[in-house]
């Protein structure tokens, strides 16, 4: 058969048909470049929505007693850990002890200069209590995974998730060097302006590096740079909303879940009843984020490019 069009036999890719839909409808105004990101994609997209996201990483979360009990006893070990370490609160750091880089980065530095002060020894332990983090993402990481996946052994997914720690320990690790090289420049913008810097250094952050642990737990062929190049791609994907969704989780995690903590700014060792209740829901929702973050690259993991897509000219 001959034609300029398709074939008569074949039909359309669903895909092509929406295109064309949208071809055929008038213009409307168009949204300011500098609030695009709050508008919805403009293009067909396989991302899930970030309501379904975070429905569908809490729901994996809550079903999953191994990883809430692990999660819960986590929290307790690592706050006794650090208290005997010399740290004398506040309580309010319990938390985000089981938080996702870069927010948990932050507070290993914040921790580290507690205990030891300012210099190569408070340097040392935040990195210490950065790498022993690492290896809690990995793992916790892996079991998200493997709820998704359907299949493999526990024993299986401790071993993937320590297969990837070196992953997590560079995203830690280039988080913690993001922060320093702000806090080195960023006071010479000005309190108001360093302090907005400072908030968009942690969600650029969050945003490249978020998909770099699910990433290398689904590709383990790939080596380390490929992955934390890959993971950058991921999220440069059009019709993501992908930093709507770093926004939320540093808002929730920084401001919000801290200034709702009872006795949060209290100083002491002994968090009371409901300051532990508090943490422990805190530690629920790190974890739903977690899940929802792997849900949505696992959807979308196959329309990765290969090379970095070049923007073209209209």
């Given at each position: 058969m001959s034609g300029k069009g398709r074939p008569s036999g074949r039909a359309l890719p669903q895909r092509e048909v929406a295109r064309r839909e949208r071809q055929a409808e008038p213009e409307g105004p168009r949204v300011p470049r500098l609030?695009?990101?709050?508008?919805?994609?403009?293009?067909?997209?396989?991302?899930?929505?970030?309501?379904?996201?975070?429905?569908r990483g809490f729901l994996t979360v809550g079903s999953s007693p191994l990883i809430l009990l692990s999660s819960f006893g986590l929290v307790f070990a690592l706050?006794?850990?650090?208290?005997?370490?010399?740290?004398?609160?506040?309580?309010?750091?319990?938390?985000?002890?089981?938080?996702?880089?870069?927010?948990?980065?932050?507070?290993?530095?914040?921790?580290?200069?507690?205990?030891?002060?300012?210099?190569?020894?408070?340097?040392l332990a935040a990195t210490g209590f950065l790498l022993v983090r690492a290896l809690l993402l990995a793992v916790l990481t892996a079991l998200v995974v493997r709820i998704y996946e359907g299949e493999g052994t526990l024993g299986e997914a401790l071993r993937r998730g320590l297969r990837i720690a070196p992953v997590t320990a560079v995203v830690g690790l280039l988080?913690?060097?993001?922060?320093?090289?702000?806090?080195?420049?960023?006071?010479?913008?000005?309190?108001?302006?360093?302090?907005?810097?400072?908030?968009?250094?942690?969600?650029?952050?969050?945003?490249?590096?978020v998909f770099a642990p699910v990433l290398a737990l689904r590709r383990p062929d790939l080596p380390l740079t490929e992955v934390i190049r890959r993971a950058a791609r991921a999220?440069?994907?059009?019709?993501?909303?992908?930093?709507?969704?770093?926004?939320?989780?540093?808002?929730?995690?920084?401001?919000?879940?801290?200034?709702?903590?009872?006795?949060?700014?209290?100083?002491g060792v002994n968090p009371g009843l409901a300051t532990w209740v508090w943490a422990l829901?805190?530690?629920?929702?790190?974890?739903?984020?977690?899940?929802?973050?792997?849900?949505?690259?696992?959807?979308?993991?196959?329309?990765?490019?290969?090379?970095?897509?070049?923007?073209?000219?209209?």
């Open positions: 609030l695009g990101w709050l508008s919805g994609p403009t293009i067909d997209t396989t991302w899930p929505p970030i309501g379904r996201s975070l429905g706050w006794v850990a650090l208290v005997a370490l010399g740290l004398e609160g506040p309580p309010g750091r319990l938390v985000n002890l089981l938080a996702l880089p870069p927010v948990s980065t932050y507070f290993d530095a914040l921790n580290g200069v507690t205990i030891y002060g300012f210099g190569l020894l408070g340097f988080s913690l060097s993001t922060m320093i090289l702000g806090s080195v420049v960023l006071p010479f913008l000005g309190p108001g302006f360093g302090f907005l810097g400072s908030i968009l250094l942690l969600v650029a952050a969050m945003f490249f590096l999220a440069l994907m059009p019709g993501s909303r992908h930093l709507l969704m770093s926004l939320l989780y540093i808002f929730l995690a920084l401001p919000v879940l801290l200034a709702l903590t009872p006795g949060g700014s209290e100083l829901l805190c530690t629920f929702v790190h974890l739903g984020f977690l899940a929802a973050f792997a849900y949505r690259f696992m959807t979308v993991e196959d329309e990765i490019p290969e090379e970095p897509v070049r923007a073209r000219r209209r």
